[in-house]
Nanobody, 124 residues
Framework: VQLVESGGGSVQPGGSLRLSCSAN??????????MTWFRQAPGNECEFVSK???????TYAAPVKGRFTISRDNAKNMIYLQMNNLKPEDTAMYYC??????????????????WGQGTQVTVS
C-alpha cells in the first residue's frame, strides 16, 4: 500500500484548501478498510482529524467539525479532505493513513499501518 498526499499550501485565515490522498494498493471499491486524515503541528502529538469507512460512514474531530469534509472516489482510489474557514490552529502536517478493517475504524494513530509522507498546511 502506498499513500501519497497532495494539495497542501499556505492560506490566510478563512481560506480553503482541498487535500488529496492517492491510495495505491488499496482496492477501495471492494475491500473493507478505513481511510483517515491525521495532523501534527510542531511540538504536538499526531492527532485525528477525520475518517471514512468503506461503507461511507464519516467522523470528524471536534475542532474541525462543520468546517472540514472528507470524501472518497472509489473509482480513482482517492480520498479528499475539503477544509474551509481555516484557522491558524489548523497549521500542521497532514497525513493520510489506511488500515484494513471490516468493523470499527479507529481514530488512533497506533492502529494504522499505512501512512503517506504528509502535506504541509499553513494558515497565517
Amino acid at each position: 500500500v502506498q499513500l501519497v498526499e497532495s494539495g497542501g499550501g499556505s492560506v490566510q485565515p478563512g481560506g480553503s484548501l482541498r487535500l488529496s490522498c492517492s491510495a495505491n494498493g488499496v482496492t477501495m471499491s471492494s475491500s473493507s478498510h478505513c481511510m483517515t486524515w491525521f495532523r501534527q503541528a510542531p511540538g504536538n502529538e499526531c492527532e485525528f482529524v477525520s475518517k471514512v469507512s468503506s461503507s461511507g460512514s464519516d467522523t470528524y474531530a471536534a475542532p474541525v467539525k462543520g468546517r472540514f469534509t472528507i470524501s472518497r472516489d472509489n473509482a480513482k482510489n482517492m480520498i479528499y479532505l475539503q477544509m474551509n474557514n481555516l484557522k491558524p490552529e489548523d497549521t500542521a502536517m497532514y497525513y493520510c493513513a489506511a488500515r484494513y478493517s471490516s468493523t470499527y475504524c479507529s481514530p488512533l494513530v497506533r492502529d494504522y499501518p499505512y501512512w503517506g509522507q504528509g502535506t504541509q498546511v499553513t494558515v497565517s
